[in-house]
């Protein structure tokens, strides 16, 4: 099993960046596939990114794409989301967690982390 840590969340200004870290620790963190989500208050949790095993596939939600970049490093088994051009509709709770493939939605990942909350002030 792998433990998620999300961090990297704060409050920035419409147009400003940040980037979101989810750090692995347990098991074989490169063999699985990371997916990104985010859940906004009153909102069902949504799926953003995912990037499979490898690197050899990145998706996007048509919400973040060209403004969100997702990658992986997996000597140090850590997933980074660049989220740049943020809008005040970003604001949400953001998430990682493992599955396999990128494929499915949220109740097909598992191994949550905790949440890293972003804020972005009109």
């Known amino acids: 099993q792998v433990q998620l840590v999300e961090s990297g969340g704060g409050l920035v200004q419409a147009g400003g960046s940040l980037r979101l870290s989810c750090v692995a620790s347990?098991?074989?963190?490169?063999?699985?596939?990371i997916g990104w989500f985010r859940q906004a208050p009153g909102k069902e949790r949504e799926r953003i990114s995912c990037?499979?095993?490898?690197?050899?596939?990145?998706n996007y939600a048509d919400s973040v794409k060209g403004r969100f970049t997702v990658s992986r490093d997996d000597a140090r088994a850590i997933v980074y989301l660049r989220m740049s051009g943020l809008k005040p509709e970003d604001t949400a709770i953001y998430y990682c967690?493992?599955?396999?493939?990128?494929?499915?939605?949220?109740?097909?990942?598992?191994?949550w982390g905790q949440g890293t909350q972003v804020t972005v002030s009109p």
């Open positions: 990037i499979d095993s490898g690197d050899r596939n990145r």
């Open positions: 347990g098991s074989i963190f490169s063999i699985d596939a």
């Open positions: 967690a493992t599955r396999p493939l990128c494929d499915g939605g949220p109740a097909e990942f598992r191994d």
